[in-house]
């Protein structure tokens, strides 16, 4: 299972998401949503460049093509929105309800993986996408 080093990125991810709900939802009880939101995204752009300055991997700039530079600001007003909804979702209602409807993401990117990158559509990914349909609706019922 830990044979490739994208499973363990991916469980840090999880843990680190689960960290960021919980802590946000400390965080933003008594401020606007959006307030919160954009301190979140001044330290998360302190952080990335820190970790790109660290690494060296500043040098790349100049070699990302327009089509790059293109899906990844979309991918960055996408991540935006997100943010936004999600925090203020997050102040209105219960922690446990509001991220498994987020996490219902997953299925929507397997959806999108399929149809625009044209990823295998395999009964192991429907089942999967299926079971965790069913089990953000017993969350939030």
Known sequence: ????????????????AALTSILAKIGISDINSNLA?????????????GIVFMTGAQS????????????L????IATGLSWL???????LGDTSKVVPIDKFSVVISMILAFVILKEDLTFKTVM???????GTFVMIL
């Open 1 to 16: 299972m830990f044979k490739d080093s994208w499973v363990i990125y991916a469980i840090l991810s999880a843990v680190f």
């Open 37 to 49: 939101t954009a301190i979140r995204t001044i330290v998360v752009l302190i952080m990335a460049w």
């Open 73 to 76: 600001v979309l991918s960055g």
């Open 85 to 91: 909804f999600y925090y203020k979702a997050l102040q």
């Open 128 to 134: 999967g996408g299926i079971l965790i349909t069913a």
């Open 60 to 71: 790349g700039i100049q070699d990302i093509t327009a089509k790059s530079w293109i899906f």
